[in-house]
C-alpha cells in the first residue's frame, strides 16, 4: 500500500506531541475567558504552511485556537494548483493556460463534498486547535457561487466568522451575501488612514457596517495606533458587538514599525484586559510581524508572545 503526503502527515501528527507536553495533552490558550489564537500560516514566517504544519506549530507553542487562511484547507484536500497566484491573485494579467486552471479549480470548489471539509475540522480539534476564523484573500474578485463556496466553508470548519481585506466600496456586496448565509465577516484594517476605500479610520468600519449587520470588525490593534494616533480601546468598547477578532501586535504611532511586544506604544495590556473585564466573546489573534532577534526563531518569539498574553490575563 502507498501512503500520500497527506497519509504520512496524518501519521506524523498522531505521533507528535506537543513540544514540552505529554502525547496525550492539548494546548490550552484560553486564559481567563480570553481565547488566545493566531493569523496562519502567515504568522509562521517563512517557515513551511501546510495544514500539517499550522497544526504542528500551534501545538509546540501551546495554542489552543486559529484564524486559518483557506489556501492550506483546500490544498490539503486536494484543490488543482495555479502557478503564478499569490494570496490568492494573479501576479499580472492570468495567461490562458493560468484561466483555465482557476476554471477547473472553481470548478473543484464547486464539486467540493462538505464531508471532506468536516473531516478536515475534526483533525483540528481532535488536537485541541480550534478554527474560529477562515481568511479569504481576492474574495472581491470572485464570483457569487464561489463566494457562497466559502460562507459554506467558514461553516463546515466549525468557524465563527470570515475575514477578509477588500476595498470599503465592496462591503455592500460582500455583507449582502453574508446576510444570507448569517455568517459575520471580519474587515481587516491597516494604517492606510488616508484611503478612502481602505479600513483604518473609525469611519471606515462604520461605512460598512451601515450596509449590513452581518459586516463587522477585525480590528488590528497595532495597525489602529499606527494610522490613527490614538488608543483603540475606546473604539472598541463602542463597536465590540461588532468584532469578530482582534489582532495583536506592537506598532508605535504615527506610522511606525513592528516593535517586539512592549517597546512599542501598542496597548496590548490593556486590550486584553478589557477583553477579561467584559467578558469580549472574540479572539485575541496573535499576527507576528516584527524580526526575530539573531539568537532566536520565529516559533521562540510566538512562544513569547503567548506568554505576554498569559501574564496579560493572569
Known sequence: MSLTRRDLGK???????????????KPNSKFNGVQIGINAPYSYRGMPGTAEDVLKYNLEVGLSAVELRSQPVEDYLGAPN??????????????????????????????????????????????????????????????????????????ALGAKALSCEIPVSRTKWLGEIAAKHK????????????????????????????????????????????GNNVSPVEFLKKYHDRVTHIHLKDR????????VW?????????????????????????????????????LAEIGKCVQYCKKALA
Open 82 to 155: 495555479i502557478p503564478g497566484v499569490t494570496s490568492g491573485r494573479f501576479r499580472g494579467t492570468p495567461t490562458p493556460e493560468q484561466a483555465a486552471a482557476l476554471a477547473d479549480l472553481n470548478k473543484w470548489r464547486l464539486g467540493l463534498s462538505m464531508d471532506k471539509l468536516k473531516t478536515f475540522r475534526k483533525m483540528y480539534e481532535d488536537a485541541g486547535v480550534l478554527i474560529q476564523i477562515v481568511k479569504v484573500d481576492a474574495i472581491e474578485t470572485m464570483s457569487e457561487d464561489i463566494v457562497d463556496y466559502y460562507f459554506t466553508m467558514v461553516k
Open 252 to 259: 508605535k504611532m504615527k506610522d511606525g514599525p513592528n516593535f
Open 11 to 25: 501519521i506524523a501528527l498522531a505521533a507528535l506531541p506537543a513540544a514540552g507536553l505529554p502525547a496525550a495533552a
Open 183 to 226: 455568517v459575520m465577516v471580519g474587515y481587516h484594517g491597516h494604517a492606510k488612514v488616508n484611503d478612502p476605500e481602505a479600513f483604518a479610520s473609525p469611519a471606515s468600519w462604520e461605512r460598512a457596517m451601515s450596509f449590513s449587520k452581518y459586516n463587522g470588525i477585525n480590528l488590528d490593534i497595532g495597525h489602529f495606533i499606527a
Open 262 to 298: 512592549g517597546q512599542g506604544e501598542t496597548p496590548i495590556v490593556e486590550v486584553l484586559q478589557l477583553l477579561k473585564k467584559e467578558k469580549y466573546p472574540f479572539q485575541a489573534t496573535i499576527e507576528f510581524e516584527y524580526k526575530p532577534p539573531e539568537d532566536s526563531t520565529v
